[in-house]
């Protein structure tokens, strides 16, 4: 199964709303990543998690909240956001997130499309 | 962290090859050179990487240039379905994996 999944595919949500985005992995990796990616754009890296910690947010701002609650899974949480942040969520895993001794491809899920109201 | 410059968009006939070009003159000795392609309304997927020597595997070939400040994606015969965006990206030996996409390239195939 070499499969990223993502719910939900699509998602409305007022500023005043809280709600959460979902990934799933089970190939095993210990790496996973959230991108954000407005229209025609490309994918903008946020957060990345190594072994369940956080090792890099890419000073994204507070109102965006990641958690790994074990190594197949992983959240977004989503709480007072602005209509700029209507965008492609992209999460995706790969083996390591650093040096291993293979190439460590990323396996990106189809997206959470956001609309934000 | 290094950046890569690639053409806006291209056209190819089907069945022709495709020659995507990336420049990465920041490149560091260690950085290796991958290509990502997200086809419409999906993810990016992983087509083929390197680092110094050429590379063939059963989607594309890699063209590094000697001095690594450019590189080429091959697609031997373009089909309909290779229509996306194409990313090339630079990724670090060490640390973190970051990846950082660059803007890519718009494939269009002619029928």
């Given at each position: 199964d070499t499969e990223v999944t993502q719910t939900p595919k699509h998602l409305v949500m007022g500023?005043?709303?809280k709600k959460s985005l979902k990934c799933e992995q089970h190939m095993g990796h210990r790496a996973m990543y959230w991108y954000k990616q407005k229209a025609k754009k490309p994918p903008e890296l946020m957060f990345v998690y190594s072994y369940e910690k956080l090792s890099i947010n890419e000073s994204v701002p507070s109102r965006f909240s990641p958690e790994c609650p074990n190594?197949?899974?992983?959240?977004?949480h989503l709480h007072a956001l602005q209509p700029e942040?209507?965008?492609?969520?992209?999460?995706?895993?790969?083996?390591?997130?650093?040096?291993?001794?293979?190439?460590?491809?990323?396996?990106?899920g189809p997206g959470t499309r956001l609309t934000v109201l | 962290?290094?950046?890569?410059?690639?053409?806006?968009?291209?056209?190819?006939?089907?069945?022709?090859?495709?020659?995507?070009?990336?420049?990465?003159?920041t490149i560091s000795g260690t950085d290796y050179?991958?290509?990502?392609?997200?086809?419409?309304?999906?993810?990016?997927?992983?087509?083929?990487?390197?680092?110094?020597?050429?590379v063939n595997n059963?989607?594309?070939?890699?063209?590094?240039?000697?001095?690594?400040?450019?590189?080429?994606?091959?697609l031997h015969r373009a089909t309909l379905r290779d229509a996306a965006v194409y990313y090339c990206i630079l990724r670090k030996a060490s640390g973190t994996y970051k990846y950082i996409f660059g803007t890519g390239t718009r494939l269009k195939v002619l029928a």
């Open positions: 500023m005043t709303n190594s197949s899974l992983l959240n977004l942040d209507s965008a492609l969520y992209l999460c995706a895993s790969s083996q390591e997130t650093g040096p291993s001794g293979g190439y460590n491809e990323q396996f990106f | 962290d290094a950046k890569t410059t690639q053409p806006n968009s291209m056209e190819s006939n089907e069945e022709e090859p495709v020659h995507l070009p990336c420049n990465h003159s050179i991958h290509w990502y392609r997200q086809l419409p309304s999906q993810g990016p997927e992983y087509v083929i990487h390197g680092l110094t020597s050429n059963r989607m594309a070939s890699l063209a590094i240039a000697e001095d690594r400040k450019s590189s080429t994606l091959i």
